[in-house]
């Protein structure tokens, strides 16, 4: 973010709307004002009709998103709305809106980042973006969906290397295995999803949205088909959360260090 610019920057673009993650310097990463801003867009774009698709992405050419701001975990903040707790990471992840949204994945999308990507309906990728969720190596599991969503959109035995082992995957292996659908060149990222979204909203915008809310299951706003497994997820991560480890592993990452796990 730039002294003069806010957090979450959004355009019109036709029947677009771009949110553009701004924190640049923090690799896009989300603390409690990302997600209030990531929140009003979304909730501003279903209820515009002029708005038949969404694209979401980062600021600069390094990263889509690293995930939760762990600066501001330490100090106690949440990468969550205040208020809307229940939207999920970034406002967003547990926040299933009618209009198709696209993410434009302009670099790494790390812990955070990937759980954006698959609660996106599909997803444009640089050749030099890579998925993965690292949180294991912190202390923590990917609890916004990642090791949820995970092994639904990808075979069970690569989803779970990924989830066991916390390393990345590049671009390349992304699309063999259908995390996003396309791949270009990082220049061509954005077009390309623009491209996309107006192929979308060439479409009868009522039926475009009928179709997502069928294809997913959205009943009311909701996912009730992931009620259940949301709620043992986050019965887990509020018990991991409180370990030592979970401490460490932020205090680690602040200090620049390897972190000394104790299985406490």
């Given at each position: 973010m730039t002294d003069d610019q806010p957090s979450v920057l959004t355009e019109r673009t036709g029947h677009t709307l771009v949110i553009t993650l701004n924190r640049p310097r923090a690799r896009n990463a989300v603390d409690a004002d990302v997600a209030t801003r990531v929140a009003d867009a979304l909730a501003a774009a279903d209820a515009d009709r002029e708005v038949r698709c969404v694209v979401l992405?980062?600021?600069?050419?390094?990263?889509?998103?690293?995930?939760?701001?762990?600066?501001?975990?330490?100090?106690?903040?949440?990468?969550?709305?205040p208020g809307r707790e229940q939207l999920g990471f970034a406002g967003f992840?547990?926040?299933?809106?009618?209009?198709?949204?696209?993410?434009?994945?302009?670099?790494?999308?790390?812990?955070?980042?990937t759980e954006l990507v698959l609660a996106s309906d599909l997803?444009?990728?640089?050749?030099?973006?890579?998925?993965?969720?690292?949180?294991?190596?912190?202390?923590?599991?990917?609890?916004?969906?990642?090791?949820?969503?995970?092994?639904?959109?990808?075979?069970?035995k690569v989803a779970m290397r990924l989830i066991l082992t916390g390393d990345p995957m590049p671009a390349a292996d992304a699309l063999r295995w259908g995390l996003v659908n396309?791949?270009?060149?990082?220049?061509?990222?954005?077009?390309?999803?623009?491209?996309?979204?107006?192929r979308i909203a060439a479409n009868a915008p009522l039926a475009v949205q009928a179709s997502k809310r069928l294809a997913l299951g959205i009943v009311d706003g909701d996912l009730p088909h992931e009620a259940a497994a949301w709620r043992?997820?986050?019965?887990?991560?509020?018990?991991?959360?409180?370990s030592a480890d979970a401490m460490e592993g932020i205090v680690a990452f602040i200090e620049r260090r390897t972190p000394t796990w104790t299985a406490g």
């Amino acid at each position: 973010m730039t002294d003069d610019q806010p957090s979450v920057l959004t355009e019109r673009t036709g029947h677009t709307l771009v949110i553009t993650l701004n924190r640049p310097r923090a690799r896009n990463a989300v603390d409690a004002d990302v997600a209030t801003r990531v929140a009003d867009a979304l909730a501003a774009a279903d209820a515009d009709r002029e708005v038949r698709c969404v694209v979401l992405t980062g600021a600069g050419d390094t990263a889509f998103c690293a995930g939760a701001d762990l600066k501001a975990l330490g100090r106690g903040e949440t990468p969550l709305a205040p208020g809307r707790e229940q939207l999920g990471f970034a406002g967003f992840v547990r926040h299933p809106v009618s209009t198709p949204v696209i993410a434009a994945v302009n670099g790494q999308a790390l812990g955070g980042g990937t759980e954006l990507v698959l609660a996106s309906d599909l997803a444009i990728a640089a050749d030099t973006a890579s998925f993965g969720l690292p949180e294991i190596s912190r202390g923590i599991f990917a609890a916004a969906g990642g090791v949820l969503r995970l092994p639904e959109q990808l075979p069970r035995k690569v989803a779970m290397r990924l989830i066991l082992t916390g390393d990345p995957m590049p671009a390349a292996d992304a699309l063999r295995w259908g995390l996003v659908n396309e791949v270009v060149p990082a220049a061509d990222v954005l077009p390309t999803a623009l491209a996309l979204a107006e192929r979308i909203a060439a479409n009868a915008p009522l039926a475009v949205q009928a179709s997502k809310r069928l294809a997913l299951g959205i009943v009311d706003g909701d996912l009730p088909h992931e009620a259940a497994a949301w709620r043992r997820n986050d019965t887990e991560i509020a018990a991991i959360g409180q370990s030592a480890d979970a401490m460490e592993g932020i205090v680690a990452f602040i200090e620049r260090r390897t972190p000394t796990w104790t299985a406490g």
